[in-house]
């Protein structure tokens, strides 16, 4: 069981460049979520959907798209990538129950140079 | 000012001390309350989930949360080198899905 799988694990960028960075679980979770973290801040939510065609902005959505293309995927697109979003991004998923638990992907470190 | 506060440490203890996690929030609001240990290079793994005031208890450890002092703690009995790892708090707020997290307290447990 693979659990929440993110892809690249590590990706450096020029800035200006954009790329997408892909989500996939296989627990038929109906809500999906992309986090980063950065030193001393934690864990931030940038979007969330909570079911396949929705999307909603979390706390720092500012420079980001996503789509979630299906049940199972939801990716993070960086249309112009800036410094400050060197960070380490977490996919993450969950049932719908308040008492669900969110399960992590393992993070795609990201450099914007 | 952090809807969520935690000390970021690092915290060092000997092998077989108990360890005091703590945060504090201010969005009295929160309803659910979670900590997570995430290991270098690794994502977040929930360790505890409790959502009533008081005490709650799996192996050696235990989630403690206080409502009414916006205050919740982990404790860790009998640590061990291989609970040397980052320990996040996060609160979810009633019916709502997403979490807010504490920026993380490191902890090392020197053999």
């Known amino acids: 069981n693979a659990g929440v799988t993110q892809t690249p694990k590590f990706q450096v960028l020029k800035t200006g460049q954009s790329m997408t960075l892909q989500c996939a679980q296989d627990?038929?979770?109906?809500?999906m979520y992309w986090y980063r973290q950065d030193p001393g801040m934690g864990l931030r939510l940038i979007y969330y959907?909570?079911?396949?065609?929705?999307?909603d902005k979390g706390e720092v959505p500012n420079g980001y798209n996503v789509s979630r293309l299906n049940k199972r995927e939801f990716s993070l697109r960086l249309e112009s990538a800036a410094p400050s979003q060197t960070s380490v991004y977490f996919c993450?998923?969950?049932?719908?129950?308040?008492?669900?638990?969110?399960?992590f992907g393992e993070g795609s470190w990201l450099t914007v140079v | 000012q952090k809807e969520v506060e935690q000390d970021p440490g690092p915290l060092s203890v000997p092998e077989g001390a108990i360890v005091s996690l703590n945060c504090t929030y201010s969005?009295?609001?929160?309803?659910?309350f979670m900590w997570y240990r995430q290991y270098s290079r690794k994502g977040p793994e929930l360790l505890m989930y409790?959502?009533?005031?008081g005490n709650k208890e799996d192996g050696r450890f235990t989630a403690q949360v206080d409502k009414s002092s916006k205050y919740i703690s982990l404790f860790i009995r009998d640590s061990q080198p291989s609970d040397s790892a980052t320990y996040l708090c996060?609160?979810?707020?009633?019916?709502?899905?997403?979490?807010?997290f504490g920026s993380g307290t490191r902890l090392q447990v020197q053999p």
């Open positions: 993450a998923s969950s049932e719908d129950g308040v008492l669900d638990t969110i399960y």
């Open positions: 627990m038929n979770h109906n809500s």
């Open positions: 959907s909570a079911s396949e065609g929705t999307t």
């Open positions: 969005n009295s609001a929160f309803q659910y």
């Open positions: 409790t959502y009533s005031s």
């Open positions: 996060a609160m979810r707020l009633a019916g709502r899905r997403a979490l807010t």
